[in-house]
């Protein structure tokens, strides 16, 4: 089965720093890439995913994300955060294959917190 | 908006009470799936579902229960709920939102504590 790791639990910066969460994951077939943010209280919304092409990819809101095939990584990157950056965010696999559902796995989440 | 609520948005219940979530969407998605999210675990799979009466279960499925009888709803039934499964529940959608492919959209999520 496979598994995503978010190496940083709880990451703090102040306003304007930038940002960046690492994910990798296990698996060795073609998977599709995503990250979600969790504002406080709030459901899960999809920042950006990744599915082929251009490993570099762009979201909502001023993040990327890079794939690195050969690392198995997804890392997400904000040039200069701001305050309403504060959230959880979530990196999430899904096995390109027929056979998988769609069936998400997530990682276990990084908290940002973003100082003025 | 993927036009998914659930209901309730909050419960308390107490140990060996059963308890249903439901969740309803208006967009005839085949695929739906129940989440439960606990600090330090993310989002884990408990169940989802293809199709009218079609489903399966994910990777935390002990004690609890689902049905799809309608395209729209997808119920999740906790038996005889336990103090374990106190958690927020989401319940997602695999949508096909602004052009967009192979991406789950989540609901609003439902606070259980089970005392």
């Known amino acids: 089965a496979q598994s995503v790791s978010q190496h940083n639990h709880h990451v703090i910066l102040s306003e304007a720093a930038s940002l960046e969460l690492g994910c990798n994951y296990s698996?060795?077939?073609?998977?599709?890439l995503f990250w979600y943010v969790q504002y406080p209280g709030q459901h899960l919304q999809l920042l950006l995913k990744?599915?082929?092409?251009?490993?570099l990819v762009k979201g909502i809101k001023g993040f990327e994300a890079e794939f690195i095939k050969s690392k198995f990584s997804f890392n997400l990157r904000k040039p200069s955060v701001q305050w309403s950056d504060t959230a959880e965010y979530f990196c999430?696999?899904?096995?390109?294959?027929?056979?998988?559902?769609?069936?998400?796995?997530f990682g276990k989440g990084t908290l940002l917190t973003v100082n003025p | 908006d993927a036009g998914i609520t659930q209901s309730p948005r909050h419960k308390v219940t107490e140990t060996g009470t059963p308890v249903t979530l439901r969740c309803h969407q208006t967009?005839?998605?085949?695929?739906m799936y129940w989440y439960r999210q606990d600090p330090g675990h993310g989002l884990r799979l408990i169940h989802y579902?293809?199709?009218?009466?079609?489903?399966d279960k994910g990777e935390v499925s002990d004690g609890y229960s689902v049905s799809r009888s309608k395209t729209e709803d997808f119920l999740l039934t906790l038996e005889s709920a336990t103090s374990s499964q106190t958690s927020v529940y989401f319940c997602?959608?695999?949508?096909?939102?602004?052009?967009?492919?192979?991406?789950?959209?989540f609901g609003p999520g439902t606070r259980l504590t089970v005392l």
């Open positions: 997602a959608i695999r949508g096909f939102l602004a052009g967009s492919t192979d991406t789950q959209y």
């Open positions: 698996y060795g077939g073609t998977v599709n």
């Open positions: 990744y599915f082929s092409g251009d490993p």
């Open positions: 999430a696999v899904n096995p390109n294959s027929g056979g998988s559902n769609y069936k998400l796995t």
């Open positions: 967009e005839n998605h085949r695929y």
């Open positions: 579902s293809y199709g009218v009466k079609d489903t």
